[in-house]
């Protein structure tokens, strides 16, 4: 996989899924580039070693229902419509960053440009549809090749999950696993082969975003199923692109698949999967997406405490100090930037992401994840 990309369940069953599953503690420092294995990844924030699962595998699953996902993809600018009522569509195209436009049903035309999913060569924008069964999209003459894809996460016909019956946790920080928000692991494959092969690398900074989806989610893991599906089929990555969400009770979902061993985002040697967060940047770069939009309104308590939880306990395990600046480079291209050890998207990208307000609250963040 080069380093560039290339071209919920509802709430009852959501919050049923996190009762059983544990909550937040941050775990004590491990030394930097020590092997991980599930037992030492969950720790708690006594240092005492917490001997259930960290991951999905070893406890045993109960089977639980997910809403398939349903997609209706067109090419081409124009009309379109559904069978179904669409919870958002990707849009992706060619030439310049931005420019085309979408409306949907009766609205108003809104021009679309590239947010947190970034792509060389073209633009791309995930947009809330608000169950419409039809829309439009046009585009100027500078851009070409463009496709859509209507996408519905809440309502199509139940898939079966297996899902771990035992709390999954970050070193005490306690997260859905892949299967737990109902991840159609089907679509990481394309013409029978994994679409983006896993690569690892050492862990060197962390970026923070935000998904540009609406706030007040009433069913964020279905959002997550969307964002899944707009990056692993509109933007052709394989996956979803960041490594962790978190919604705004503060609940983590574990993004990027890294491997079968239970342990999110990293393989048992320690070293990051390569995920698709932000361009040019990709390995050895974790990335954190908030779900909602923070350009002009804060996080929640709830999610910014989980993320400095998660961003602690990670730099913890790995020997990082989130308030240093450091000098990443890309053990892909070798491309070298000075940066902070935890920034944010636009830091690396144009582009407004995680969202203004958020972007100002980084410096506390990072003093926050760096006490002791």
């Not at 004590?28 to 599930?38: N, Q």
């Not at 946790?169 to 928000?181: D, E, F, I, K, N």
């Not at 070298?336 to 992401?353: A, E, M």
């Given at each position: 996989?080069?380093?560039?990309?290339?071209?919920?369940?509802?709430?009852?069953?959501?919050?049923?899924?996190?009762s059983?599953?544990g909550?937040?503690?941050?775990?004590?420092?491990?030394?930097?580039?020590?092997?991980?294995?599930p037992?030492v990844?969950?720790?708690?924030?006594?240092?005492e070693?917490?001997?259930?699962?960290?991951g999905?595998?070893?406890?045993?699953?109960?089977p639980e229902?997910?809403?398939?996902?349903?997609?209706?993809?067109?090419?081409?600018?124009?009309?379109?419509?559904t069978?179904f009522?669409?919870?958002?569509?990707?849009?992706r195209?060619?030439?310049?960053?931005?420019?085309?436009?979408?409306?949907?049903?009766?609205?108003?035309?809104?021009?679309?440009?590239?947010?947190?999913?970034?792509v060389?060569?073209?633009?791309?924008?995930?947009v809330a549809?608000a169950?419409?069964t039809?829309?439009?999209?046009?585009?100027?003459?500078d851009?070409?090749?463009?496709?859509?894809?209507?996408?519905?996460?809440?309502?199509?016909?139940?898939?079966?999950?297996?899902?771990?019956?035992?709390?999954?946790?970050?070193?005490?920080?306690?997260?859905?696993?892949?299967?737990?928000?109902g991840?159609?692991?089907?679509?990481?494959?394309?013409?029978?082969k994994v679409?983006?092969?896993?690569?690892?690398?050492?862990?060197?900074?962390?970026?923070?975003?935000?998904?540009?989806?609406?706030?007040n989610?009433?069913?964020?893991?279905?959002?997550?199923?969307?964002?899944?599906?707009?990056?692993?089929?509109?933007?052709?990555?394989?996956?979803?692109?960041y490594?962790?969400l978190i919604?705004?009770?503060?609940t983590?979902?574990?993004?990027?698949?890294?491997?079968?061993?239970?342990?999110?985002?990293?393989?048992?040697?320690?070293?990051?999967?390569?995920?698709?967060?932000?361009?040019?940047?990709?390995?050895?770069?974790?990335?954190?997406?908030?779900?909602?939009s923070?350009?002009?309104?804060?996080?929640?308590?709830?999610a910014?405490?989980?993320?400095?939880?998660?961003?602690?306990?990670?730099?913890?395990?790995?020997?990082?100090?989130?308030?240093?600046?450091?000098?990443?480079?890309?053990?892909?291209?070798g491309?070298k930037k000075?940066?902070h050890?935890?920034?944010?998207?636009?830091?690396y990208?144009?582009?407004k992401c995680?969202?203004?307000?958020m972007?100002?609250?980084l410096?506390?963040?990072?003093?926050?994840?760096?006490?002791?």
């Amino acid at each position: 996989m080069s380093e560039s990309p290339t071209p919920a369940q509802p709430s009852h069953r959501r919050k049923r899924s996190l009762s059983r599953r544990g909550m937040i503690a941050a775990g004590g420092a491990v030394a930097a580039g020590a092997a991980i294995t599930p037992m030492v990844f969950a720790s708690t924030d006594s240092g005492e070693t917490d001997n259930s699962t960290s991951g999905s595998g070893d406890s045993g699953t109960t089977p639980e229902k997910f809403p398939a996902t349903r997609t209706k993809a067109a090419a081409g600018t124009g009309e379109a419509t559904t069978a179904f009522a669409a919870s958002y569509v990707g849009v992706r195209w060619s030439g310049a960053n931005e420019g085309a436009a979408i409306r949907l049903a009766d609205g108003d035309w809104q021009t679309l440009a590239s947010g947190c999913a970034t792509v060389e060569g073209g633009g791309t924008a995930l947009v809330a549809a608000a169950n419409a069964t039809a829309y439009a999209v046009k585009a100027p003459s500078d851009i070409d090749g463009l496709h859509s894809l209507a996408i519905d996460t809440t309502d199509g016909p139940h898939r079966t999950f297996k899902v771990p019956s035992e709390p999954t946790r970050v070193r005490g920080v306690g997260y859905l696993s892949r299967p737990a928000w109902g991840a159609d692991e089907s679509k990481r494959y394309k013409d029978g082969k994994v679409n983006s092969p896993e690569t690892y690398y050492p862990l060197q900074i962390i970026t923070v975003h935000h998904t540009e989806t609406p706030n007040n989610d009433p069913d964020p893991a279905a959002t997550v199923r969307a964002i899944y599906e707009y990056h692993a089929i509109t933007n052709d990555w394989g996956d979803i692109g960041y490594h962790f969400l978190i919604d705004e009770a503060g609940t983590v979902y574990e993004g990027r698949y890294s491997g079968d061993d239970g342990i999110p985002a990293f393989n048992p040697d320690g070293d990051l999967v390569t995920g698709f967060h932000s361009v040019g940047y990709n390995s050895g770069a974790l990335g954190i997406a908030l779900i909602g939009s923070l350009d002009q309104q804060a996080p929640t308590d709830a999610a910014k405490a989980s993320l400095i939880r998660l961003i602690k306990v990670i730099s913890r395990f790995k020997g990082l100090d989130p308030q240093a600046r450091v000098t990443y480079t890309n053990p892909v291209t070798g491309t070298k930037k000075d940066t902070h050890t935890v920034g944010g998207h636009r830091d690396y990208f144009d582009t407004k992401c995680p969202g203004q307000v958020m972007y100002d609250l980084l410096a506390e963040v990072r003093a926050a994840a760096a006490r002791r």
